[in-house]
């Protein structure tokens, strides 16, 4: 058995630190802005920050499981919404062992890099795809909808997560 292989036990050791890694953080911040942070604050804005925590008293799971990007749909909704891109990187990060399995089984380097720039390709589709169909604008500035639908999904995201495999793949 070539020693570049991951056995199963491996994978599942890796999905679960993965999963796991940031989790402690993640409920001590939940649990510090929803239950401490409403009684040490006040001043002209506070009832903002309030509107803003609300939704974490039906949605707080969805920090834990690290879905908060994905559901609920709309940005107005989700719970602790600036800590989207922590879901999205643990959800892409999930996907890594896959890539590599695909880079790692083929003989030429140049096939993997086809696969890698046609999923690539695809995702970018999906996006474009997606946008058009929504029709909710191409920006996330300004833009609660574009940005709670389409730019906090790991779909979107992907492009860029998949840039940076394949530049650490080459160096």
């Known amino acids: 058995m070539d020693d570049d292989?991951?056995?199963?036990?491996q994978m599942a050791?890796?999905?679960f630190k993965k999963f796991f890694r940031y989790m402690p953080l993640n409920v001590v911040a939940l649990l510090t802005l929803v239950y401490m942070l409403p009684y040490i604050g006040?001043?002209?804005v506070w009832n903002h920050f309030a509107t803003l925590v609300a939704p974490c008293n039906t949605h707080w799971?969805?920090?834990v499981l690290w879905i908060s990007n994905l559901y609920p749909r709309e940005f107005s909704d989700k719970c602790l919404p600036w800590t989207w891109f922590g879901a999205c990187y643990v959800q892409l990060s999930l996907l890594l062992p896959l890539l590599l399995l695909v880079y790692r089984s083929l003989e030429s380097k140049a096939a993997s890099?086809?696969?890698f720039a046609a999923l690539g390709a695809l995702a970018l589709a999906g996006n474009f795809m997606m946008a058009y169909d929504m029709d909710i604008g191409a920006s996330p500035v300004g833009n609660d909808a574009f940005f709670a639908k389409i730019y906090m999904t790991p779909l979107f995201q992907f492009v860029p997560f998949?840039?940076?495999?394949c530049s650490s793949l080459i160096y």
Do not use: A, E, S
């Open 5 to 9: 292989k991951w056995t199963k036990g």
């Open 162 to 165: 998949l840039i940076g495999m």
């Open 13 to 15: 050791k890796y999905y």
């Open 113 to 115: 890099g086809f696969i």
């Open 42 to 44: 006040n001043g002209p």
């Open 61 to 63: 799971w969805t920090n």
